[in-house]
């Protein structure tokens, strides 16, 4: 009877052990599969974007994703350092050629050095002034070290198109009947102005040192053009 038992718990073992193997086998496939995707997925952008640089212009004229440069990272940083750069893509002149940079990585740089995703949903006119996590990219012509996209906060600043002098118009001539509460789309307000009067005056004043000040704006929190 033991030996019948010792049999089935080495069969149950091995029976455990095959399907152990088989479903590590099959994660180690997915996972080559998802490495393989990410791999044609990098390839394509990479194309594409190759696909973009111009061939009818110098070489030392391309910026990135045109060119592939080896930097010094062990220079001090903002000072001026030289990098030696190939052109990748077909361009006229040398392909090998140097490009003049400051020290810092890509995260360190100048606002109108990189392009950042804005949101459009934040409030601009909320206060302490609100901030938001976003992707950035630096422009092609800047160099820097590391990655080009990182992430950075900032400031909710975007615009709806309304414009501070108009807003400001209605207010005077016909805010006693909400023309500016309507033109800033809040709208219950206007209604409210529209049916008192402007608060018999009151209101209507008041909404116009609220917009000269630029403390009443747009509904939607962006900020004045």
């Excluded at 590590?24 to 044609?40: P, R, V």
């Excluded at 409210?192 to 004043?205: D, H, Y």
Aim: charged share 20%.
């Amino acid at each position: 009877m033991r030996c019948i038992e010792l049999n089935i718990r080495s069969v149950i073992y091995i029976i455990f052990v095959v399907i152990l193997n088989g479903v590590n086998q099959s994660k180690s496939s997915d996972n080559d599969t998802l490495k393989d995707l990410h791999h044609d997925l990098l390839q394509k952008r990479s194309s594409v974007e190759k696909s973009n640089c111009p061939s009818d212009i110098e070489c030392f004229k391309l910026g990135d994703p045109c060119i592939k440069c080896a930097f010094n990272e062990s220079c001090i940083y903002g000072s001026p350092v030289n990098a030696t750069c190939r052109a990748i893509v077909n361009c006229t002149g040398r392909k090998t050629f140097e490009r003049s940079l400051l020290c810092r990585y890509c995260y360190q740089t100048e606002n109108w050095e990189h392009v950042c995703t804005y949101n459009a949903k934040c409030k601009s006119i909320s206060s302490p002034r609100a901030y938001y996590r976003t992707n950035c990219t630096v422009k092609s012509e800047v160099l820097c070290f590391g990655r080009r996209t990182f992430l950075k906060n900032v400031p909710c600043n975007w615009t709806g198109g309304y414009k501070w002098s108009t807003a400001l118009f209605l207010s005077i001539t016909l805010g006693g009947f909400g023309a500016d509460r309507f033109y800033l789309g809040h709208w219950q307000e206007g209604i409210g102005k529209l049916f008192s009067f402007g608060g018999l005056g009151v209101w209507t004043l008041i909404d116009v040192i609220l917009i000269s000040l630029h403390y009443l704006g747009p509904a939607d929190g962006s900020l004045y053009i």
